[in-house]
């Protein structure tokens, strides 16, 4: 399940060539009581993509059924894509490593695993939601596991805009935006409201617009 905006990064990454040939869709199935916008198979298509849904049981938007925390199921799949796409699914599984792992062992070398999740959000049960991946786990993850990423690769997608990690955490989520930085960038009365609602909350991201809405991450396969 997905919000518009993580469609428009999705677009942005297709018109700029890192999704391109096939793709595959972790977790695409179209749920009826879903809020969101369904699945990215009409996007890809658009961009000439050859797109393929997978979620771990069959529904609206299923082509082949994977289990992506079991390694016997991602490897009977018996391919590799050019783009695999994980689109809101990382919070809702109990080992994301591994999963993400297992999404990176399809991904065809020189291809891209494309992350998407929430990083200021409130908790959604679909049907359990455990974590909220952020920068650092990428930056990590991409150097143990022989991947390449890096914050510039990386987006903040902030309610109504993509904002480069870079621009608005200084390279680092540890460094989170001036308030003053944050008002030029949201306007004053939704940083200072969105400021108490981080500190009743007590979440992550003090300066951004609450809730921020995601996080988008590119994670490479080397050639």
């Not at 998407?116 to 939601?129: E, K, M, T």
């Not at 690769?153 to 805009?161: G, I």
């Amino acid at each position: 399940m997905s919000v518009e905006l993580d469609y428009t990064y999705l677009e942005q990454l297709l018109r700029d060539g890192v999704i391109a040939g096939s793709a595959i869709e972790i977790g695409s199935r179209i749920w009826p009581i879903s809020a969101g916008t369904g699945n990215a198979r009409e996007l890809c298509r658009r961009f000439g993509v050859d797109w393929t849904g997978a979620d771990i049981e069959h529904g609206d938007g299923v082509d082949v059924i994977v289990d992506i925390l079991d390694p016997a199921s991602v490897s009977s799949l018996g391919r590799k894509w050019d783009a695999v796409l994980v689109m809101n699914l990382l919070e809702h599984v109990y080992d994301p490593i591994s999963a993400l792992r297992n999404c990176c062992e399809i991904t065809a070398p020189g291809g891209a695993c494309v992350v998407v999740g929430p990083a200021v959000w409130p908790i959604h049960d679909f049907p359990q939601d455990f974590w909220r991946p952020l920068p650092d786990f990428f930056l990590e993850f991409a150097r143990r596991e022989g991947m390449e990423t890096d914050t510039a690769s990386m987006y903040y997608l902030a309610l109504d805009r993509l904002i480069p990690v870079d621009e608005l955490t200084e390279g680092t989520q540890k460094h989170l935006p001036s308030k003053g930085h944050a008002e030029r960038l949201f306007g004053r009365r939704r940083a200072v409201v969105s400021r108490y609602a981080h500190f009743a909350l007590n979440t992550y991201g003090r300066e951004f617009a609450f809730p921020l809405s995601g996080l988008g991450v590119v994670l490479r396969k080397p050639a």
